[in-house]
Nanobody, 120 residues
């Protein structure tokens, strides 16, 4: 069993900051790419940022310069530092990871999501 658990969401005023965390746990052999997606009400889920096990990153144009993805491989943890938040960033944020289990199964896993609300 593998699971991803996000934390760090909440209510923040426009211009504020939040840091999301996601920890992968369970029967993990290795974790490949990790990423953050978000889904706003009435919209499709979209990629926010992704990071490889080697540290290469990719950020959506809408968050470049404001959000930063990072990870600690030894802790199977990925972070999303969000600065200068805007109301348009309001969404449920989901963690995603490509994981090889100890039984050699390779799968794509999702967390249950954490809500970020940007409002005054």
């Amino acid at each position: 069993q593998v699971q991803l658990v996000e934390s760090g969401g909440g209510l923040v005023q426009p211009g504020g900051s939040l840091r999301l965390s996601c920890v992968a746990s369970g029967s993990i052999y290795s974790v490949n790419a990790m990423g953050w997606y978000r889904q706003a009400p009435g919209k499709e889920r979209e990629l926010v940022a992704a990071i490889t096990s080697g540290g290469s990153t990719n950020h959506a144009d809408s968050v470049k310069g404001r959000f930063t993805i990072s990870r600690i491989n030894t802790k199977n943890t990925v972070y999303l530092q969000m600065e200068s938040l805007e109301p348009e960033d309001t969404a449920v944020y989901y963690c995603n990871a490509e994981i090889r289990s100890t039984n050699n199964y390779r799968g794509n896993y999702w967390g249950k999501g954490t809500l970020v609300t940007v409002s005054s």
